[in-house]
C-alpha cells in the first residue's frame, strides 16, 4: 500500500507540471505573432505620415534602416543571452522594449520619433525572435514533432500579416486612425507579458552572460563555396522587403491611385504570406537547385511588379507581388538549408549570425542608398533599380549555384536526406523564416 501511494504520488505533481508546460507553450506563441503584429503595424500608415506630417520617401527609408539596425543589433548581440538569463526574463524585455516603441509611436509627427519607435521595436523584434522561438522548442508538446518548427516558423509570418491588415483596417474604418493599431498592440503586449510571466522557465540559467554578447559570425569551411550565391540570394530578397516598406506606400498612393491603408496592408501581406509556402516547396529540389527556381520565380515576380506599375494595374501588382513572396520563400530556405547541411549545435549560431548580417544589410543599404537617390530619381525609376538588382542575382544564382561537396573528389552533391526532411529541417525552416519576418516589418 505504502510503495503504490509512493508511485501515485509523481503521477499527481506531473499533470500540473505538464498544464504549466503547455502555458508557457502558448505564452510563447502568443508573445511571438503579437511582437511581429506590433513590428508590422507602422506600415499601412506610411502615407498618412507622408500627407499629414510631410515625410518623405527619403525619411520613411530611414525608418527601414533604424529597424534593421534595431533587429540585428539584438540578434548579433543578445541573441544568446536567453541561454544565460532565462527565457522568461528575456521575452519580458523584448515585449518591455515593443511597448516602449508603441508609446513612441502613438504621437508620430516628427521623423525623428519615427525613428526611436521604429529602433526600439527593431530591438525588441530582434530579442523576441530569439527568446521566444527557444521558448517555443523547449515547452512544445513531443507529439506532433513538426509543431514546434511550424509554429516558430509561421507564427512571425501570421503575425506580420494580422499586424498590417489589422493596421490598414483601422486606419480606413476605426476611430484615432493613427494611434488605434498603437493601443491595440499594447494591450495584447501587456497580456503577453503577464503570460509570461505566470508561466514556468523551461531554461536553467547559466553563467556566461556577458561573454555571450560578443557576436560570432562565421560559417564552416565545408559549406564556404555555398556563401557567394547565398548572399547573392538574402541581399536580393531583402532589399526588395526594404523596398516594400520604404517605397510602396508612395507607389500604391501616386502610381496605382488607391490611398486605401487596407488596401497597402494587403500588399504588405501579399508578399509576406507566400513566402511561408515558398520555404516547404523549396524542400522538394536539391539546394542549388531550390535556389536557381527561387530566384527565377522571384525574378518574374518582380518583372510583373515593373508591368503593373507602368501600366497602373492593381491587381497584377498584388499578383505579382505574391509570386515574388512565393520565390524569395523558396530561395531564402534553400540557400540557409545549404549553409546548415550537417551543422552541429555549436557551428549553429555563429551561421546564423553570419546569414542575418548578410540579411539586414539587404535591407538596410539598398534602403539607405535608394532614399537618397528618391531625391532626385522617380518612384519608377527606384522601382527598376531593384529590378535591375534581382536580375543580376538572378543571373549570378542561376550560374553559380552548388551544392555540398561530399567525399574526397570535389564532386559536387547534395545529400537527399536534408533535402526531405532531415534532422536539422525543423532548424532551417523555423530561423530561416525568422528572418524573413523580421525584416520585411522593418
Not at 86 to 104: D, E
Not at 109 to 124: K, M, N, P, Q, S
Not at 324 to 332: C, L, N, P, S, V
Not at 366 to 372: A, D
Amino acid at each position: 500500500m505504502h510503495g503504490s501511494m509512493q508511485n501515485v504520488v509523481p503521477v499527481i505533481k506531473q499533470v500540473p507540471r505538464r498544464r504549466m508546460i503547455r502555458l508557457a507553450f502558448l505564452s510563447a506563441v502568443i508573445s511571438l505573432v503579437v511582437s511581429f503584429a506590433t513590428a508590422a503595424a507602422p506600415i499601412p500608415l506610411y502615407n498618412i505620415y507622408r500627407t499629414e506630417d510631410g515625410f518623405t520617401n527619403a525619411g520613411i527609408s530611414m525608418a527601414v534602416i533604424a529597424n534593421a539596425v534595431g533587429t540585428i543589433t539584438a540578434l548579433l548581440v543578445l541573441g544568446r543571452l536567453s541561454n544565460h538569463l532565462g527565457r522568461r526574463v528575456t521575452a519580458i524585455a523584448s515585449l518591455s522594449l515593443l511597448l516602449l516603441g508603441c508609446l513612441l509611436l502613438l504621437n508620430v509627427h516628427e521623423i525623428d520619433t519615427l525613428l526611436a519607435g521604429r529602433l526600439l521595436v527593431g530591438v525588441g523584434t530582434g530579442l523576441a525572435s530569439s527568446s521566444l522561438t527557444s521558448y517555443i522548442v523547449d515547452a512544445a508538446p513531443s507529439k506532433p514533432e513538426w509543431l514546434a518548427s511550424v509554429v516558430s516558423s509561421q507564427g512571425p509570418m501570421l503575425g506580420v500579416a494580422i499586424g498590417a491588415i489589422a493596421s490598414g483596417a483601422f486606419a480606413e474604418f476605426g476611430p484615432w486612425p493613427r494611434e488605434l493599431i498603437y493601443l491595440v498592440c499594447i494591450c495584447f503586449l501587456l497580456l503577453s507579458v503577464a503570460l509570461v510571466a505566470i508561466s514556468p522557465e523551461t531554461a536553467t540559467p547559466t553563467p556566461g552572460a556577458w561573454r555571450s554578447l560578443l557576436p560570432k559570425v562565421s560559417v564552416p569551411a565545408r559549406v564556404r563555396h555555398l556563401l557567394p550565391v547565398a548572399a547573392a540570394v538574402f541581399l536580393a530578397t531583402w532589399a526588395s522587403g526594404g523596398f516594400y516598406q520604404a517605397f510602396m506606400p508612395a507607389l500604391v498612393q501616386d502610381e496605382l491611385n488607391s490611398r486605401s491603408p487596407l488596401i497597402l496592408g494587403l500588399v504588405f501581406a501579399a508578399y509576406m504570406t507566400p513566402s511561408v509556402l515558398g520555404a516547404p516547396i523549396g524542400g522538394w529540389f536539391t539546394s542549388a537547385l531550390a535556389q536557381r527556381v527561387g530566384m527565377i520565380i522571384f525574378m518574374a515576380g518582380m518583372m510583373g511588379i515593373s508591368t503593373a506599375i507602368l501600366t497602373g494595374t492593381l491587381v497584377l501588382f498584388i499578383t505579382a507581388t505574391m509570386v515574388a513572396g512565393a520565390g524569395q520563400g523558396i530561395a531564402i530556405s534553400a540557400a540557409t538549408r545549404g549553409l546548415l547541411h550537417a551543422s552541429d549545435q555549436v557551428e549553429r549560431a555563429p551561421i546564423f549570425s553570419t546569414i542575418y548580417l548578410l540579411c539586414y544589410s539587404g535591407a538596410a543599404f539598398p534602403s539607405l542608398i535608394s532614399g537618397q537617390l528618391s531625391n532626385a530619381f522617380s518612384l519608377v525609376q527606384i522601382t527598376f533599380g531593384y529590378g535591375g538588382l534581382a536580375l543580376v542575382a538572378t543571373l549570378f544564382t542561376v550560374l553559380g549555384a552548388r551544392n555540398l561537396h561530399t567525399g574526397t573528389t570535389g564532386n559536387s552533391t547534395c545529400d537527399s536526406s536534408n533535402d526531405t526532411g532531415s534532422p536539422i529541417r525543423g532548424t532551417v525552416s523555423r530561423e530561416s523564416s525568422l528572418s524573413r519576418p523580421t525584416l520585411n516589418p522593418n
